[in-house]
Every structure is written in structure tokens, then in C-alpha cells.
């Protein structure tokens, strides 16, 4: 038997803007079929209306990759990067344009909130459909029945039509039958979107099991932490195009490249961000991190640092106060630590309408490597700016810090004063008792 999950060569999916695109059940077509037999035969022998080429788009161009039998794999990119319509393709929900794809094994889908669900029947129905739909017996689905009620936390409603359902009742029941009906491949799209965080931690619970038991996983999902914690190898789709693929870690740090640029380009274009939330009393014009003492150097790992925020109000009045806060997230979108004037009863008061605060860190306990800060800033009035990603800046080895070497960033981005000491067993008892003195 081959070891290959799913196989896809130059597969390609046009859209026509502004047209869409239906996909057809059987029970959508056979009482069309029955009522106006003639006029169903008519409707689809005429020829099909011609586009403009200005009105097609290509959702995938050209994506071509395997997947392994057990391999994890996430799929990362931005909104509208093709990475949705791949796995509908591969779930057979809709047909390529052009190209192929090989999908060897059952296949169990999340894609949306309650896929595969039939909206008038009840949840108990429901998860006896999709197993048969998996090619399921039912004694195999009544084994796993009360698992898959316990998961989904949904026991007083089973036997309520999921038409009824809230959208946190449909996705937890949906997951629960995606992941336990057994499929050999799992395909899921960013189904921690929806459902609150006790619910986030089970999902990545069940799916570490499904991935420890050896079935093949493709997981979409916007949260980098997931990726990495879960998937063993990451695609990177951008306009339609696998952009990068590789070890997740690579594949992350391009992707949070690609999206927030380069430091300069932060730097320059933060007061002119337009996704940002706030009254805008007062807002984030300017940012930078450097070396404690320096123009433009870059912060070092273990040594002193500083964060300058440059503020600029709406009117040329003194501001009355200002707490700042500023977030550093590492290459995977983890947050790493918080500093805010809160926290060392710090705010400013009366302070000039333009201007720049500074943060200064004795000693900087980040390994190498770059790192993303959101900038929040609150006056007398509430929430006065908020910018998520609003720049970005690099931790280097200055070769002075006294480490030679750091961990992967699979272990952290902190990394803290440590020392190791070796005791014999003729010091052991001494050492223990004067452990216990301090």
C-alpha cells in the first residue's frame, strides 16, 4: 500500500465574480427533477452564460504537494489566499478547474459551522448520516454515540432538529463527529474560530490524539501556536499559489513577514495604519526598539533595551492622561510578555499633545530572532488607539550575553540567568543543609 494520504498535481479553481457557485446534494436535485422534469433537462443543456476574462478570478493556480498517511500538516495564509477552497476540493464539495487531486482513504471534513449536517434533522440523526456517509456500520456509530454526546456537551439537545442549534452547539457537535467517527483523514478549517476557550483547549486536545494515533490531518487556521504545536509540516498559500512548504517554524516566520513587512516599513507607515480601534484622542504615530544607549542599534539578548512609542493627540491640548501598553508576540504569534505604565504605576499626566514615551528593559530575555508588538493607549476617556502588529523589531546576539547557544523556539522565545553546578555525593548532605538555611 502506498504511503501517500493525498496527492494533488497542478490543481486549479476559477471563479466567476459575482456568480455563485452552488453545490448541489442529491435531495436539492431529485425534487427538482420530479416537479418540472422538462424544465431542469432545459436549464442545464443551455449553454452557459460567457464571462469577461475581468470577471474571473483563480481562487488556485497551479498547487501541487502530498501528504504522507499520518502526517500533520497546517495550511496557513491570509484571508482569501485559496486555502478554504483546497479543502473543499479535496472533500469533493467542489470540482477544479483544472488539475487533480488523489484522496486515498475516508475522508471526515470540518470546513464550516455544521458542513455535512442536514438542518432538519436532529443532532442524534445526524451523527447516524454522517457515519453512514463515512461507510460507518451502525454498531461502529453507536460505540462511539455517547463519546461523541459527551464531547459535544450537547445531550439535552440530540434529539432537537440542528436547524435550532446556537452556532457554539452546531460547531461543537460538528467537531465531535468529524473527529470521532474515525476517518482516516481529517480536514479542518480554523474550527477554533468559533466556541469559547474551555472548548478551544478540548479541540486541541482531541486533535493531538488524532494525530498520535496516526491519521492524517490537514488543518487550517489562522492561530500560529496551533500550527505549531500540532502539525509537523506547514503550506504557505498566498493568491491561490503555495508560497513556501516546509518545517512550520520556517513556513510561520515567512507568513508573518509577508504580512507585516519590513521594520523600516513599519516604522514609517504606523500613523498612517487605518486598522486600528479606539476613540482616537490620541494616537501611536511611531515606533521603535533599540539597544539601551544607542540610536538604531538592535536590542540584545541579556542586555538593556528600550521601547520608544511616539503619541500624537487630535487637539493641540495638554493630555490629561496617558497609560501606554505594549504587547511582544514572537515569530509564531505567542505572546512572550506585557509592559504597560499600569503595572509600575507609571501613567502620565498633563503631558504635552505630541511626544514620545520610553520603556526602558534592564536586561532583554529574548533569544534571537524577530518579534511583533501591539501598542495599546488609553486616556481619562477609555480606549484612545489599539493597533495589533504595529511593528516589528530583531533581537540579536551580541556575543556578549554569556550564552552559546539557545533553544528552538518550539521550547520559548524567554530565555532566563541560569547556572549549573555539580555536586558530589561527600558535598550532597552539605549542600542540602545549607539549601535549607536560605
Not at 394 to 412: I, N, Q
Request: charged share 25%.
Amino acid at each position: 500500500m502506498s504511503d501517500i494520504a493525498i496527492r494533488v498535481e497542478n490543481l486549479s479553481k476559477r471563479y466567476h465574480i459575482g456568480q455563485r457557485e452552488r453545490y448541489k446534494a442529491l435531495r436539492d436535485v431529485l425534487p427538482r427533477l420530479i416537479t418540472a422534469p422538462f424544465r431542469f433537462l432545459r436549464h442545464h443543456s443551455q449553454p452557459a452564460i460567457r464571462n469577461r476574462q475581468s470577471d474571473l478570478i483563480w481562487a488556485l493556480k497551479g498547487v501541487s504537494f502530498e501528504v504522507k498517511r499520518g502526517e500533520v500538516v497546517g495550511i496557513i495564509g491570509r484571508n482569501g489566499a485559496g486555502k478554504t477552497t483546497l479543502l473543499k476540493v479535496l472533500s469533493r464539495i467542489t470540482e477544479p478547474t483544472e488539475g487533480y487531486a488523489e484522496v486515498h482513504g475516508r475522508v471526515g471534513s470540518l470546513l464550516e459551522v455544521g458542513t455535512g449536517f442536514h438542518p432538519e434533522l436532529t443532532g442524534r440523526e445526524n451523527i447516524y448520516l454522517n457515519g453512514a456517509i463515512l461507510g460507518m456500520k451502525k454498531a461502529e456509530i453507536e460505540h462511539k454515540f455517547d463519546e461523541i454526546v459527551a464531547f459535544a456537551e450537547v445531550e439535552k439537545f440530540m434529539d432537537t432538529p440542528v436547524k435550532y442549534y446556537s452556532s457554539g452547539m452546531y460547531v461543537r457537535l460538528a467537531f465531535a463527529v468529524a473527529a470521532h467517527l474515525e476517518p482516516e483523514i481529517l480536514l479542518v478549517d480554523e474550527v477554533l474560530a468559533v466556541g469559547d476557550a474551555a472548548f478551544q483547549k478540548k479541540c486541541l486536545g482531541k486533535m493531538g490524539d488524532v494525530a498520535k494515533e496516526g491519521r492524517t490531518v490537514l488543518f487550517v487556521s489562522h492561530n500560529m501556536a496551533a500550527v505549531r504545536n500540532l502539525c509537523s509540516r506547514a503550506l504557505l498559500l498566498k493568491e491561490g499559489q503555495i508560497r513556501s512548504s516546509g518545517i512550520v517554524e520556517d513556513v510561520v516566520q515567512e507568513y508573518l513577514t509577508n504580512i507585516y513587512g519590513s521594520e523600516q516599513t513599519n516604522h514609517m507607515l504606523l500613523a498612517e495604519r487605518r486598522d486600528r480601534s479606539g476613540s482616537g484622542n490620541v494616537r501611536v504615530v511611531a515606533f521603535q526598539a533599540r539597544a539601551w544607549g544607542s540610536e538604531d542599534g538592535s536590542p540584545r539578548t541579556g542586555a538593556g533595551a528600550e521601547f520608544l512609542v511616539g503619541y500624537a493627540a487630535r487637539q493641540e491640548l495638554p493630555i490629561s492622561r496617558l497609560y501606554v501598553g505594549i504587547a511582544v508576540r514572537d515569530a509564531l504569534g505567542t505572546g512572550v510578555f506585557f509592559c504597560s505604565t499600569a503595572m509600575t504605576n507609571s501613567d502620565f499626566h498633563d503631558i504635552p499633545p505630541k511626544g514620545q514615551v520610553v520603556c526602558r528593559i534592564d536586561s532583554l530575555p529574548l533569544i534571537p530572532g524577530r518579534y511583533w508588538v501591539d501598542i495599546k493607549l488609553l486616556d481619562d476617556e477609555g480606549q484612545a488607539d489599539y493597533v495589533a502588529s504595529a511593528a516589528s523589531f530583531t533581537v540579536v546576539d551580541s556575543g556578549d550575553s554569556g550564552f552559546t547557544a539557545y533553544p528552538s523556539l518550539k521550547w520559548g522565545s524567554v530565555i532566563v540567568p541560569h547556572k549549573w553546578t555539580l555536586v558530589s555525593p561527600a558535598e550532597e548532605e552539605l549542600y542540602n543543609g545549607m539549601r535549607g538555611q536560605c
